[in-house]
């Protein structure tokens, strides 16, 4: 699962178009004396910024809504194609093979879009394009009947929705200035997560039924990506210079040399710490319902996607809370660290409460740790990119903390289980991983 961060050569602006990022001094909004952190009237979003910020929870919403749907299809397919004794190592290879689609994907797609100069813009072709792929992708994907064939569609899927998520991450900084970046990493933030709770549900809706699932899937959610990119148009950028096209862009898409540039270095590995913890536990689900608390898979079906409702409030209300919040004190540190403690003290729950009470409890306080985290995190991200000249290829590697943990986590997992022979050894695990990633957010200077 999936989540975007996003300046533009100065150039004209249609009346859709938001300011660069890269404005200069003058045209940015003042700060209150000595406080770093604008005043009141100046973080009132401006008129050209709001059609973006309305539409942005939705359309981050679209991908984590593949993931958490089609990831609970996977899980049953695997079951069902492998049995229980295979299921785990089943599950591992399909989401490992799967990464490596989801790895090259958005960088090499944040290099095309950083040099794509067209009347629609730099990103929005790119949206539509990886949406496309990974919603065919989607169609065929229940007709697998054995795991080969499962593995590759999946992989498919991984490419397509990285692919659009790249260009999308790519908005924030391309268009939102700083003040307002918090604001907008929680709408983006509340839009994944939302999309992380609906789809398991839009998954056991239709666990019977995997095949017509995966059909409305791709077709709901093409559409939502359509209208994202219909509705919030980008200016004509074709007047605008632009590096060429080459080998060594490609060859350099996957690297970010971390001695020159610590501060990405320790946003990368905190991500993927923070990411990797919760997908390590959110993945698992439906088997550690079944394993460690002792449901059937009827049950386990049924209850697992409810945990997530039950989370929702507290997610929502971290979530609302945090982005504003490291607006308003002008610090990003603070509410991310908090964010992937909560995370560690939730997974640490099923260990004292081996039951469904706990899994809810557990659910309910690593979900507002995830949220705190998200909201927050797109603008803690977009402020350590090294070049404004390749957003896309930067952003594409910082997301992919985000994303491989989604298909990397489960492959932990297994090795986890495997290794120590309990599904219940994943709590501490997931535990000290959390607050490794929440640590790794200390030493980043360029944000405080």
């Known amino acids: 699962m999936p989540l975007p961060p996003d ?61 958490g749907a089609s990831a609970f299809f996977f899980a049953l397919q695997v079951q069902l194609m492998e049995g229980d004794k295979g299921k ?29 100069r067209s009347r629609f813009g730099a990103r929005r072709p790119w949206m539509l394009v990886g949406g496309l792929i990974g919603s065919v992708a989607l ?28 260009p999308l991450a790519a908005v924030l900084p391309d268009r939102v200035p700083e003040q307002f970046r918090g604001r907008y990493s929680t709408g983006a933030g509340l839009g ?16 019977d039924r995997i095949a017509l699932g995966y059909q ?36 350099t ?18 991500r993927l710490l923070l ?12 088997y550690l319902a079944q394993q460690y608390v002792g449901l059937s898979l009827d049950e386990a079906t049924d209850v697992v996607p409810l945990l997530g409702l039950v989370a929702l409030p507290g997610i929502l209300v971290a979530t609302a809370i945090a982005g504003p919040l490291s607006d308003r004190i002008g610090r990003r ?14 997974a640490a729950v099923p260990l004292a409460m081996p039951t469904v009470a706990g899994l809810a409890v557990s659910g309910a306080v690593v979900g507002a740790g995830f949220g705190a985290f998200v909201a927050v995190d797109q603008a803690l991200m977009s402020s350590v990119l090294p070049n404004a000249d390749d957003h896309g290829k930067d952003l594409g590697v910082l997301n992919l903390a985000a994303t491989l943990p989604g298909t990397v986590a489960p492959v932990a997992a297994g090795a986890v289980v495997t290794v120590f022979d309990s599904y219940g050894a994943l709590y501490p695990v997931i535990g000290v991983i959390s607050v490794l990633g929440a640590l790794c957010i200390l030493p980043i200077r360029s944000v405080r």
């Open 7 to 67: 300046s533009l050569a100065a150039g004209s602006l249609s009346p859709d178009s938001p300011p660069s990022v890269s404005a200069p001094p003058e045209s940015l909004p003042a700060e209150d004396a000595g406080t770093g952190v604008a005043s009141p009237a100046d973080r009132k979003l401006p008129r050209d910024l709001r059609r973006l910020f309305f539409a942005a929870p939705w359309a981050s919403a679209l991908a984590p809504i593949v993931y």
């Open 88 to 116: 785990v190592a089943g599950l591992a290879v399909v989401s490992a093979l799967s990464a490596g689609a989801a790895m090259i994907a958005q960088p090499v797609i944040g290099v095309l879009s950083d040099r794509t």
């Open 192 to 207: 994944m997560i939302l999309g992380a709770v609906v789809g398991p549900l839009v998954g056991s809706l239709f666990a």
């Open 216 to 251: 409305v899937l791709g077709g709901v959610v093409f559409l939502g990506i359509v209208l994202f990119v219909v509705l919030v148009p980008d200016r004509d950028n074709r007047g605008e210079p632009r590096e060429p096209f080459s080998l060594r862009a490609f060859a």
């Open 275 to 286: 990411f990797g913890g919760y997908y390590m536990l959110s993945t698992y689900n439906l």
């Open 253 to 270: 898409a996957f690297w970010v040399n971390p001695v020159r540039h610590p501060d990405f270095f320790w946003g990368f590995l905190g």
């Open 333 to 346: 540190k603070p509410p991310a660290l908090v964010a992937g403690l909560l995370i560690a003290v939730g």
């Open 139 to 166: 169609l065929t994907t229940g007709l697998a009947s054995n795991l080969a064939t499962l593995t590759g569609c999946v992989m498919v899927i991984q490419f397509g929705f990285n692919a659009f998520q790249g």
